[in-house]
T-cell receptor, first 116, second 111 residues
Framework: GAGVSQSPSNKVTEKGKDVELRCDPI?????LYWYRQRLGQGLEFLIY????????KSGLPSDRFSAERTGESVSTLTIQRTQQEDSAVYLC??????????????FGPGTRLTVL | KQEVTQIPAALSVPEGENLVLNCSFT??????LQWFRQDPGKGLTSLLL?????REQTSGRLNASLDKSSGRSTLYIAASQPGDSATYLC??????????FGEGTQLTVNP
């Protein structure tokens, strides 16, 4: 079946502009996650959705970052007034339940964001 | 705060060699531990998931072990091949939600 998909694959924007990144999870997956990977660094957790609610959004770096999810479907990560330090690959993952020891996260290919 | 460390940061081996990648974590209260591979310009591919109550998992030439009490996991790759060249990431799951990742081991298998 289809995996996690993300769009766009690449986004170049100017400092100060707003951007929206989209994630389509695996059908039937209740949980959805956003991570960020800056160049040469490890993945940082941003936010976790269980259905359309976000019980853990402690990783969002500032109030310029927000995310929403429609039911158990598409999620959008929005970055307002982008800064150069926002340049990174933004990865989305989904999992079946979001709870339990056997819950595997499956990742999309990521969106590479470059802020000029 | 959970911290995950992977050693070595980079490894280059000749084809056919058996190798071990190491991962350590600071908080033993984990749900599970996952090993991923990341190829350049691509997302992450899940390799193995070890539940907190398990000691090891095997898939083909891969074997991952978990010692929760000492905060360690190893990924063993048997008979390495050039196609195994990638960055290998260890990630610890807590509370069934977020994963905390190490910075990865970049593996190169030379023909």
């Amino acid at each position: 079946g289809a995996g996690v998909s993300q769009s766009p694959s690449n986004k170049v924007t100017e400092k100060g502009k707003d951007v929206e990144l989209r994630c389509d999870p695996i059908s039937g997956h209740t949980a959805l996650y956003w991570y960020r990977q800056r160049l040469g660094q490890g993945l940082e957790f941003l936010i976790y959705f269980q259905g359309n609610s976000a019980p853990d959004k402690s990783g969002l770096p500032s109030d310029r970052f927000s995310a929403e999810r429609t039911g158990e479907s598409v999620s959008t990560l929005t970055i307002q007034r982008t800064q150069q330090e926002d340049s990174a690959v933004y990865l989305c993952a989904s999992s079946l339940t979001g709870t339990g020891v056997a819950d595997t996260q499956y990742f999309g290919p990521g969106t590479r964001l470059t802020v000029l | 705060k959970q911290e995950v460390t992977q050693i070595p940061a980079a490894l280059s081996v000749p084809e056919g060699e058996n190798l071990v990648l190491n991962c350590s974590f600071t908080d033993s209260a984990i749900y599970n531990l996952q090993w991923f591979r990341q190829d350049p310009g691509k997302g992450l591919t899940s390799l193995l998931l070890i539940q907190s109550s398990q000691r090891e998992q095997t898939s083909g030439r891969l074997n991952a072990s978990l010692d929760k009490s000492s905060g360690r996991s190893t990924l063993y790759i048997a008979a390495s091949q050039p196609g195994d060249s990638a960055t290998y990431l260890c990630a610890v799951g807590t509370s069934g939600s977020r994963l905390t990742f190490g910075e990865g081991t970049q593996l190169t298998v030379n023909p």
